[in-house]
């Protein structure tokens, strides 16, 4: 007989907040939702996502994998579980600022730096739904921050789609650079456009190179946003 699921329901990315979970059995009580995130935070940065599995994590849970069925369903439970306890590393201040510019400022870089902290974390939350407890307290912020400063129906969903897009996209193109062989691809890369001035004379002739300080790259776009966002408030277009 194959292993009860922990929980019954879709199994899509995201479905496991939504799904209802059945009481949890006493064979092994230390094994909780936060212990499984954590363990798989740690196997997800030391292996990357191709070293994640149910068994694997299970192994180094010093779990029968039986057991962990208890508690999650699928290997998309496990990344979004980890996902989320990343997300909980961002931390928010008791209060808003009195300038909203500042409480994203302060959170868009607080969001940078934990997702630069577990290099799978960028790509995989632009992946999938974001339904957790601590990643819906960061939008919770975000879309407070951002209804105070005066944004209302569309413009606030757009403009928090901006905000948490900018920096999830951001991390995930930095990220994805981050090997051996980045400065080898950069060269091949540079070569290639130059090779192709024809199709891509701007690339060729008049974008810079990338600032070699990727925060500063960073900040640059960030106020760049912010201020259409201020715009925007202002009927300044």
Known sequence: MSPKRGD?????????????????RNTNSDLTRERI?????AVLDRDGM??????????ALDVHATTLYWHVATRDDLLDLALDA?????????????????????YMHGLRTVLLRHPWAGSLASSRPLL????????????????DAGF??????AAAAAVSNYVIGSVAAETSWQHEDEPTARYAMDEHVHQHAALYPTLATK??????????????GMTFLLAGLAARLSNDW
């Not at 990343?86 to 302060?106: C, I, Q």
């Not at 209302?152 to 969903?157: H, P, Q, V």
């Not at 190179?209 to 790259?217: M, N, Q, V």
């Open 8 to 24: 019954t329901g879709p199994h899509i990315p995201g479905a496991i907040w939504l799904r209802t979970r059945p009481p949890t």
């Open 37 to 41: 995130a954590d363990t798989t935070v």
């Open 50 to 59: 191709g070293g994640l599995s149910l068994r694997r994590l299970a192994g």
């Open 207 to 220: 974008a810079p190179p990338l600032e070699t300080d990727r925060e500063a790259h960073f900040t640059r």
């Open 152 to 157: 209302t129906d569309l413009d606030l969903a």
């Open 132 to 147: 957790g407890p601590n990643a819906l307290a960061r939008a919770e912020f975000v879309h407070a921050a951002l209804a």
């Open 86 to 106: 990343v997300f909980g590393e961002v931390s928010l201040p008791e209060a808003h600022a009195r300038d909203w510019k500042h409480d994203l400022t302060r």
